[in-house]
């Protein structure tokens, strides 16, 4: 889950295992959804999104679930590569502005070990 | 880094001296923010644009000014840096039709 001090969560994972990284959101009333990437050095990158309507959405390699019950959300990565190490942290779009007001959590670091 | 540039990249500079950073767009979306990122905070909401000349405040917008004279620029002025403004500052984009925000590859910033 996230953290709200210094320390991020960590996962270390095997390479070629799964991987599951997740967010809990605070706002009950957010119905759109986003993870991020971000390697050492390098600004955030989508990787995939989710509205309030949807329980699973698939990509490639990646599948986000949400449960709307719990605020909860989680990334999924299968066959993890040490490429995948990174910082993720998920977003939350709280609705109710014009200018797309995204909240974000601090991140859980993954590293994956050849 | 879906055609959006930050420059400089890096840049040290001295508490009291005006520092304007800029991002630059090539795919003409109509809104651009600039975030700050923190240790412990996350990405944090410094100021953003609607549409050239249009712009508002996000939730930690003192001692920062923008401006939007293009659409494909949007600056980032600190009027009088301070060692508290040292940071990771990145630009982004929205598309009028999305809800997604790509980012910048980012400026590290420090102020001694």
């Known amino acids: 889950g996230e953290s709200v001090g210094l320390h991020l969560p960590t996962l270390s994972v095997q390479e070629g295992d799964n991987s599951i990284i997740n967010c809990a959101y605070s706002n009950s009333a957010s119905d759109y959804f986003i993870w991020y990437k971000q390697e050492s050095g390098k600004g955030p990158q989508f990787i995939i999104d989710i509205r309030s309507n949807m329980d699973k959405r698939q990509g490639q390699r990646v599948t986000v679930l949400l449960n709307k019950t719990v605020k909860h959300l989680s990334l999924q990565i299968a066959a993890t590569q040490p490429g995948d190490s990174a910082v993720y942290f998920c977003a939350e779009n709280e609705g109710g502005t014009s200018y797309g007001k995204l909240t974000f959590g601090q991140g859980t670091i993954l590293t994956v070990h050849p | 880094d879906a055609g959006i540039t930050q420059s400089p990249r890096h840049k040290v500079t001295e508490t009291g001296t005006p520092v304007t950073l800029r991002c630059h767009q090539t795919?003409?979306?109509?809104?651009m923010y600039w975030y700050r990122q923190d240790p412990g905070h996350g990405l944090r909401l410094i100021h953003y644009s609607y549409g050239v000349k249009d712009t508002d405040k996000g939730e930690v917008s003192d001692g920062y000014s923008v401006s939007r004279s293009k659409t494909e620029d949007f600056l980032l002025t600190l009027e009088s840096a301070t060692s508290s403004q040292t940071s990771v500052y990145f630009c982004?984009?929205?598309?009028?039709?999305?809800?997604?925000?790509?980012f910048g590859p980012g400026t590290r910033l420090l102020v001694l």
């Open positions: 982004a984009i929205r598309a009028i039709m999305g809800e997604t925000q790509y």
């Open positions: 795919e003409n979306h109509r809104y």
